[in-house]
């Protein structure tokens, strides 16, 4: 049954890149009839209503010809990237609701307001990898970049425009994903939070743990440095072992980040 899924999933990739002509950004109300058919998926499969199988979709509120549905793949594991549009007369696969060409090596993003990250930002100082699962936040001397909204210009948060630490707009976005540094896959937001970069959702869940695990960990180690050592804060992992580590627990190179 695997395989045919696969099978299927991969079918309604090769429809897509053969019938996918050009690319359209989808717009506000083709993003919220997605999350809504993402959390109806989601519910649908919790409340037991459909299996592996079944599926719910919509019409694409941009254009009556056309309807929004995911891929063959289990309702429960749909995510905005298995969104297809279709046409509502033949059911031909026209393209990816959503294209991630924009920054082809990220594919999964958590934001999560982790109170045992949020300290780190507070006091200005980075996470850096503590241990061999946590290697993907890197080992730069003054750990992860930090994003702080009292430092942005006003060209990107300008006087008049609401100093609430939200990401609400473009500018923003590309602001904070321009903070991110090759070396580490998190950047810590002041006051807010953290924003995780990852190679599938899978990657992403997987780095948002154990980046909550090593702030623990670096926290309680900079409390035994400062008793023992006079305030030294803890060494971490060396730049090579963060990045093997990551090689071997995560199946991907750090090196991702540097070269792509
Ligand atoms: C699209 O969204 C805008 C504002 O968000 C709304 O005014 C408009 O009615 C929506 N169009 C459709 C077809 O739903
Ligand atoms: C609406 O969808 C139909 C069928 O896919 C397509 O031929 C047409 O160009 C679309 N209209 C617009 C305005 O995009
Ligand atoms: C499917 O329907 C659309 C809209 O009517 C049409 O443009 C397209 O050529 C059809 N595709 C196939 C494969 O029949
Ligand atoms: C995504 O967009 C790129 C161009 O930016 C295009 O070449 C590619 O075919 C698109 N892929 C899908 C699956 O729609
Ligand atoms: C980070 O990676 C990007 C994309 O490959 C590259 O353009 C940039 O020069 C790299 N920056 C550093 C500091 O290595």
């Not at 896959?185 to 909550?212: E, Q, W």
């Amino acid at each position: 049954m695997k395989s045919i899924s696969i099978r299927a999933l991969t079918l309604s990739l090769v429809l897509i890149s053969k019938t996918c002509a050009q690319v359209v950004s989808p717009s506000s109300n083709v993003t919220n009839v997605a999350i809504d058919l993402l959390d109806a998926s989601h519910i649908l499969h919790f409340l037991d209503v459909v299996d592996a199988f079944g599926h719910v979709s919509s019409r694409n509120p941009d254009n009556s010809s056309q309807f929004i549905m995911t891929f063959a793949i289990a309702p429960a594991l749909a995510t905005s990237q298995s969104l297809v549009t279709y046409e509502i007369d033949n059911a031909t696969a026209i393209q990816l609701t959503f294209n991630t060409s924009a920054f082809p090596d990220v594919t999964g993003v958590v934001h999560a307001h982790t109170t045992s990250v949020i300290p780190f930002a507070a006091a200005g100082i980075g996470l850096k990898a503590q241990m061999g699962v946590a290697g993907s936040l890197g080992a730069l001397t003054h750990g992860t970049p930090i994003f702080d909204f009292a430092s942005l210009p006003t060209s990107v948060l300008p006087e008049d425009a609401p100093h609430n630490l939200l990401v609400g707009n473009e500018v923003l976005g590309n602001a904070l994903a321009g903070t991110f540094s090759n070396d580490s896959a998190v950047v810590l937001m002041t006051g807010h939070g953290m924003a995780v970069r990852g190679t599938s959702v899978r990657n992403v869940v997987f780095r948002s743990y154990y980046t909550m695990e090593n702030a623990n960990v670096q926290s309680t180690a900079s409390f035994l440095g400062a008793l023992a050592m006079g305030g030294k804060p803890p060494t971490g992992l060396s730049p090579r072992v963060a990045m093997d580590a990551t090689t071997t627990n995560e199946g991907v190179s750090l090196y991702v980040f540097r070269f792509r």
